[in-house]
């Protein structure tokens, strides 16, 4: 064995021997695959074998194609058969609600160039004959489905890898992995150890194990997971006979079911309702090539639908039982990418569909590691999705959830009750009280919505029970004053002495003076969107607080400009690199009792708080080595309320004695003032569009405040809004948001972000130079708005844009605008017909909807309410 390698891949299964084969194929040659057994020795060699490249995440759609488009390739290179069956196949639905589901994956086929095709259960009965057409309501037909041998499938990359240079070492177990003062990896094996790089755990069903050996506790938990295998059946021999091909798939998603021809039987196999887990605290590393004692029992309900729904299988036997584990993460999707604070340590476990994503999974991998970017957006299947937060507990608790649920509908208003409550902010009691519907962003418990007493959400792919209350909540903000909780954005600090030269690198827009903020877009080195934030200085002035601000707890204090809003909501509360036990998070520099006089700019930046991770992880990588700037995650340190409407500001003037009008303090301005007795930071600024402002505080005082303000706006008709009410007034301003308009796969001027972009500043930002030339090419998109002509259902993103009889584009996000009284969406089209205005049709449930795309936003197209 090596004593030495650039990259060291853990783990012989079919998402390690990809990892490999990428990293051979990209020139990196100096690479090996550790081992401890033979390959696909952990879940790989007993995977039932199916490929697809339909997910509910296009981005990782696109990945699953790229997989099985990649197999002819490696079976060339290597000459070992994977033994792939393209057969096609279809997806059946029993009930109505699921064909309208399968009716918007066809629609989004259509812009992914996936091919799918809406039949009927007759024409299903046709394509399959085992199926009972009277069971069921339509289906979906496929093409590009099928299924493969995992075995020959995982020795084709490992071959095909070797022949380009690499190195497999079989019966290889790693017992140790420990990071050199250097900064390279030691790997300790039974067989010696060996120096890297680069470190990538694929350890499949030990990934944990592996992780553990580096500090590090990955949410991934194995589940038993049982399929079966019938005797010859004779139907399937007469189809074989008749038509000279094999019987396609078929995914029955209300049975929970999926089947494929085995030989001269079938395969079905099911996600039941009551799953196990496998070794649910640590895998045993003497497991190999067993398997799991069957549980028909466990299995019999998903059993008796499907003999039911398939007639044939009651008339034959049962050759096998297959029970093996499988590990899975929360949200079913795998874990991938760079690890936080462990340079030069990936991760790419989880990978229950491994036989549809490994080759996608492998090559984000490579890229990543070779060019510093993965080359597609694989936000869904990014390590970075998840915090701390996501312990042991919580990770059983969703995967058990997400296993019973993999072939359950998730209608766009469910929330899943699993893990939670798990984070709360400390006002969760009092809006609970009030009604609060709540749903969870990174772990944090969020309102959604207000409901009175007796009503809740009724599912639904069409407006639901919520949806007069949202547009009660709206137009309180619009017509009077609302209240709103904001704790789940993401804050971090940013201090040091270069701290400001460090910023105007990181991002891509002009610092704001002392006691401003402004939107700020990040960018990677290729021109695409990597954050949008919205950053403020904070400067310590000379001379201490005005008369109105008493000294915070008693302590001599300057008085600090501080910051507001982000771009979106969302969740955090990551303690890797937080400071939410160090002096108050909101004063922490200026405090002591000295006048810090010629100390350096301190900024904070609120954003996304979905990507806390994603974004610390940006950060630190870019850190200065020689420690002049600091970088925190402020978590929970900070919580917040906003209050948004007409009458925000007399609400305000009730409670702080600091001067609120327009004129001294202007939109975009950050002032520190008591709100009641409660030190705060103010800020003047509004997701909703509105006149308003955002007020945080460190979390013991968030009931005192959030009680003054409402009972200051009392008068006013004050009342409580949630996300879904944000959802509609932000959409009424055309505002976009994280991960949905804001994408690394979008330039700032497609997105519309390039009025933030300083393309002339002397800084030479990241990605800087690819702007410029987005800005001189004019990039391929742009982002638009579109007042839809909708019946009883909205957007929710990733349908179809057609324009004069052809797809063009997608939906990113939308919803029902209730001020303006239209269904909006918003969405990308090629930039050459960016101009026009009518020819747009939006496809959803089945039908193509007349679109307008709209001159100007919905809500102040002059911005005198957010101004004045």
């Known amino acids: 064995m090596k004593s030495h390698a650039r990259v060291v891949v853990i783990g012989g299964g079919v998402v390690g021997c990809s990892v490999l084969y990428h990293l051979a194929r990209a020139g990196w040659t100096d690479v090996v695959l550790l081992e401890r057994d033979e390959l696909t020795s952990g879940s790989t060699w007993h995977a039932a074998g199916g490929m697809h490249t339909v997910n509910g995440d296009p981005n990782v759609a696109k990945l699953q194609k790229y997989t099985i488009n990649l197999y002819k390739e490696i079976e060339e290179l290597s000459g070992q058969a994977t033994g ?4 096609g196949g279809v997806m059946l639905a029993a009930t109505t609600a699921r064909m309208d589901w399968l009716r918007n994956l066809v629609a989004k086929g259509r812009y992914l160039g996936i091919e799918l095709e809406e039949i009927s259960a007759a024409e299903a ?19 590009v489905d099928g299924h493969l041998d995992p075995s020959g499938v995982t020795h084709a990359y490992a071959k095909a890898a070797r022949k380009l240079g690499a190195s497999v070492e079989r019966f290889t177990k790693v017992e140790g992995i420990a990071r050199r003062p250097d900064g390279l990896w030691q790997v300790s094996t039974n067989k010696g150890e060996i120096v890297a790089e680069h470190v990538v755990n694929a350890g499949g069903l030990w990934a944990r194990e592996v992780g553990r050996m580096v500090g590090l506790e990955l949410p991934v938990l194995a589940m038993e997971h ?6 010859d059946m004779p139907e399937v021999a007469a189809w074989n006979a008749k038509t000279g091909t094999e019987i396609i798939h078929a995914i029955d998603f209300d049975g929970e079911l999926y089947l494929r021809q085995e030989r001269g039987g079938m395969l079905m196999g099911t996600y039941e309702k009551a799953g196990k887990p496998w070794s649910e605290v640590e895998t045993p590393w003497n497991f190999g090539h067993e398997l799991l004692e069957p549980d028909l029992d466990r299995i ?37 990418g760079p690890v936080r604070g462990l340079p030069g340590f990936w991760v790419a476990c989880g990978v229950m ?15 990543w590691m070779i060019e510093g970017d993965p080359g597609a957006d694989i936000w869904a299947m990014d390590v970075a999705r998840y915090g701390d937060w996501a312990s042991m507990a919580y990770t059983n608790a969703k995967v058990r959830e997400n296993y019973s649920r993999r ?7 469910e929330e899943l009750p699993a893990g939670r409550p798990l984070r709360t902010t400390p006002v969760y009691d009092r809006l609970s009280e009030k009604g609060a519907q709540w749903g969870v962003a990174y772990g944090l418990e969020m309102p959604l919505w207000y409901a009175p007493e007796g009503v809740k959400d009724d599912f639904s792919w069409r407006r639901s029970t919520d949806f007069e209350h949202v547009g009660r909540e709206v137009a309180t903000v619009r017509e009077r004053v609302g209240l709103s909780e904001i704790s789940s954005f993401a804050k971090y600090r940013v201090t040091g002495a270069g701290a400001e030269a460090w910023l105007d690198r990181m991002l891509a827009c002009r610092l704001p003076k002392p006691g401003r903020m402004t939107l700020a877009p990040m960018l990677k080195e290729d021109g695409g969107l990597i954050g949008d934030f919205t950053v403020a200085c904070l400067m310590a002035q000379r001379g201490g607080p005005p008369p109105f601000i008493p000294p915070h707890k008693g302590e001599g204090v300057a008085d600090v400009e501080s910051l507001s809003a982000a771009s979106e909501p969302g969740g955090n509360d990551d303690a890797k690199g937080a400071s939410t036990t160090s002096p108050s998070p909101l004063w922490g520099r200026v405090r002591g009792g000295g006048m810090p006089g010629s100390d350096p700019a301190e900024y904070l930046i609120f954003g996304s708080g979905i990507a806390e991770q994603f974004h610390m992880r940006w950060f630190e990588r870019h850190l200065p080595v020689d420690g002049s700037v600091q970088v925190e995650a402020l978590g929970l340190g900070i919580v917040g309320l906003s209050i948004a409407g007409p009458d925000a500001r007399r609400v305000l003037e009730k409670v702080t004695r600091a001067d609120v009008s327009n004129a001294a303090f202007p939109f975009m301005a950050i002032r520190r003032m008591d709100v009641a007795m409660a030190p705060c930071l103010v800020g003047r600024v509004s997701y909703t569009g509105d006149l308003g402002y955002e007020i945080w505080m460190e979390p013991e005082y968030q009931r005192h405040v959030l009680d003054v303000l409402l009972g200051a706006g009392a008068e006013f008709g004050i009342g409580l809004f ?3 009410a944000l959802n509609s007034m932000r959409l009424e301003k055309s505002y976009g948001s994280w991960a949905r308009e804001y994408r690394p796969i979008y330039g700032p001027l497609e997105a519309g972000l390039d009025r933030f972009v300083a393309y002339d500043k002397s800084a030479d930002f990241i990605g800087k130079s690819a702007a410029l030339a987005e800005k001189s090419n004019g990039g391929k998109l742009r982002l638009r708005s579109f007042a839809v002509e909708a019946v009883d259902a909205d957007v929710i993103g990733d349908e179809p844009i057609w324009h004069r009889g052809e797809v063009k584009g997608w939906v990113t996000s939308g919803g029902y605008a209730h001020h303006a009284g239209t269904s909006v969406a918003l969405g990308y089209v090629p930039k050459e017909i ?22 100007t936003v919905l809500f102040d197209p002059d911005f005198t309410r957010m101004r004045g």
């Open 300 to 336: 019999a309900p998903s059993l008796e639908v499907g003999f039911r729904h398939f007639p044939a299988f009651q008339k034959t036997g049962i050759k096998q039982i297959i029970n093996g584990p499988f590990t899975f993460a929360p949200d079913g999707n795998p874990l991938v």
């Open 407 to 413: 072939f359950s509908i998730r209608f766009p208003n």
């Open 226 to 231: 049982m399929y079966l295998i019938t005797e």
């Open 722 to 724: 949630g996300a879904r």
């Open 125 to 143: 009965g046709e394509l399959m004959p085992l199926l009972d057409p009277g069971e069921f309501v339509g289906a979906v037909r496929t093409v």
């Open 84 to 87: 792939v069956h393209l057969t």
């Open 353 to 367: 569909a491994g036989f549809s994503q490994g080759g996608g999974v492998g090559l984000a991998i490579a890229n």
């Open 834 to 855: 960016a101009g026009e205005r009518e020819g747009f049709e939006i496809e959803f449930l089945g039908r193509r909807h007349r679109a307008r795309m709209l001159d």
